[in-house]
């Protein structure tokens, strides 16, 4: 077997390694949270029926009720009747959850309701955080070859273009489809599946998401009565994954066209010159074995050859 396949199934084997910490962190949250949220649920019900059966309501009453329900309602708890049927706490949501805690996106709209629950959260990110960052740097790595060297070495080979004009091109190219892809395309979807956001919304959301601001004033499956809520929620975290990668892959490119612009020696920042070498030897190895075999493979990739960034003003 080659090196290039034992790599992306050495790939595949970590981002399925990846996919089963979320679920552990997904059970565990939702074993530690949903007797939580039941018994809170359960309380409120009762402050709901107590207040009104109150022959007369006073401001004190009704300022300690008030009280009460936002306090609820900041976890994620609605004293509403359509909005006590789901469970912020349920494997999907656990998922979610776990997913934005780690990406770093971290809407807010749930929270962990237990001192246990707040304590795995500090465990949990300290291991998930650099865990995402690493899975995300190994696949925008593997991608860097097939989404920017190759197309860049057809436009200078088939187009005869420089290699600033090939780069720029590309770069264009590349902007368009992530914006048309992650951030337009995404958008409609969102704003027809859910009813109370309009396009501006959703692309805001999306922009939102993808910069792992997470202001959490949208979050998609939110609403009542909403079908298909646990598939829908699993779509967005595999959106927020793909969309993630491919952000880093467009600021990659980026850097690598302003280091051949001159850009990164005008305002004296670090050059790239050292992440070709880091390119050329992935983070997921293959093996000593195919090690002249990899080698092979990897000179069109050499700095000095066509296909690369840095071949001019050497």
Same mark, same amino acid.
Request: hydrophobic fraction near 45%; charge should be negative; charged fraction near 15%.
């Given at each position: 077997?080659?090196?290039?396949?034992?790599?992306?199934?050495?790939?595949?084997?970590? $981002?399925? !390694?990846?996919?089963?910490?979320?679920?552990?962190?997904?059970?565990?949250?939702?074993? %530690?949270?949903?007797?939580?949220?039941?018994?809170?649920?359960?309380?409120?019900?009762?402050?709901?029926?107590?207040?009104?059966?109150?022959?007369?309501?006073?401001?004190?009453?009704?300022?300690?009720?008030?009280?009460?329900?936002?306090?609820?309602?900041?976890?994620?708890?609605?004293?509403?009747?359509?909005?006590?049927?789901?469970?912020?706490?349920?494997?999907?949501?656990? *998922?979610?959850?776990?997913?934005?805690?780690?990406? &770093?996106?971290?809407?807010?709209?749930?929270?962990? *309701?237990?001192?246990?629950?707040?304590?795995?959260? $500090?465990?949990?990110?300290?291991?998930?955080?650099?865990?995402?960052?690493?899975?995300? &740097?190994?696949?925008?790595?593997?991608?860097?070859?097939?989404? &920017?060297?190759?197309?860049?070495?057809?436009? +200078?080979?088939? !187009?005869?273009?420089?290699?600033?004009?090939?780069?720029?091109?590309?770069?264009?190219?590349?902007?368009?489809?992530?914006?048309?892809?992650?951030?337009?395309?995404?958008?409609?979807?969102?704003?027809?599946?859910?009813?109370?956001?309009?396009?501006?919304?959703?692309?805001?959301?999306?922009?939102?998401?993808?910069?792992?601001?997470?202001?959490?004033?949208?979050?998609?499956?939110?609403?009542?009565?909403?079908?298909? +809520?646990?598939?829908?929620?699993?779509?967005?975290?595999?959106?927020?994954?793909?969309?993630?990668?491919?952000?880093?892959?467009?600021?990659?490119?980026?850097?690598?066209?302003?280091?051949?612009?001159?850009? &990164?020696?005008?305002?004296?920042?670090?050059?790239?010159?050292?992440? %070709?070498?880091?390119?050329?030897?992935?983070?997921?190895?293959?093996?000593?074995?195919?090690?002249?075999?990899?080698?092979?493979?990897?000179?069109?990739?050499?700095?000095?050859?066509?296909?690369?960034?840095?071949?001019?003003?050497?």
């Amino acid at each position: 077997m080659s090196s290039g396949y034992k790599s992306w199934i050495l790939l595949t084997g970590f $981002i399925l !390694f990846y996919v089963a910490y979320l679920l552990l962190g997904a059970l565990v949250f939702s074993t %530690i949270e949903r007797p939580v949220e039941d018994k809170l649920k359960s309380d409120i019900q009762v402050l709901k029926e107590e207040f009104l059966n109150q022959s007369c309501v006073n401001a004190t009453s009704l300022e300690n009720f008030l009280e009460k329900v936002l306090q609820a309602n900041k976890y994620g708890i609605s004293i509403l009747p359509n909005s006590s049927a789901s469970s912020n706490w349920d494997l999907a949501s656990s *998922l979610f959850f776990a997913n934005t805690l780690v990406t &770093t996106v971290g809407y807010g709209h749930t929270t962990p *309701l237990s001192d246990t629950g707040k304590a795995f959260s $500090i465990f949990y990110a300290l291991l998930g955080v650099p865990f995402t960052m690493l899975v995300l &740097t190994a696949c925008v790595q593997r991608l860097m070859h097939p989404v &920017t060297y190759g197309p860049i070495g057809m436009c +200078r080979q088939r !187009f005869g273009l420089d290699p600033l004009a090939a780069t720029a091109v590309h770069f264009a190219i590349l902007l368009l489809l992530v914006v048309l892809g992650f951030f337009v395309v995404p958008a409609v979807v969102f704003s027809h599946i859910e009813d109370t956001w309009s396009f501006l919304d959703a692309i805001y959301f999306c922009f939102i998401t993808l910069c792992t601001i997470g202001l959490g004033d949208y979050v998609p499956g939110e609403k009542p009565g909403q079908k298909f +809520r646990s598939l829908y929620k699993i779509s967005v975290m595999v959106y927020l994954f793909v969309g993630l990668m491919m952000m880093y892959l467009v600021l990659r490119a980026f850097h690598r066209m302003a280091d051949l612009h001159g850009l &990164t020696s005008f305002f004296q920042l670090p050059h790239c010159d050292e992440d %070709i070498e880091e390119d050329k030897e992935p983070i997921i190895e293959a093996g000593d074995e195919d090690q002249h075999e990899a080698e092979a493979s990897a000179k069109p990739l050499d700095p000095a050859s066509q296909t690369s960034y840095n071949t001019i003003n050497r």
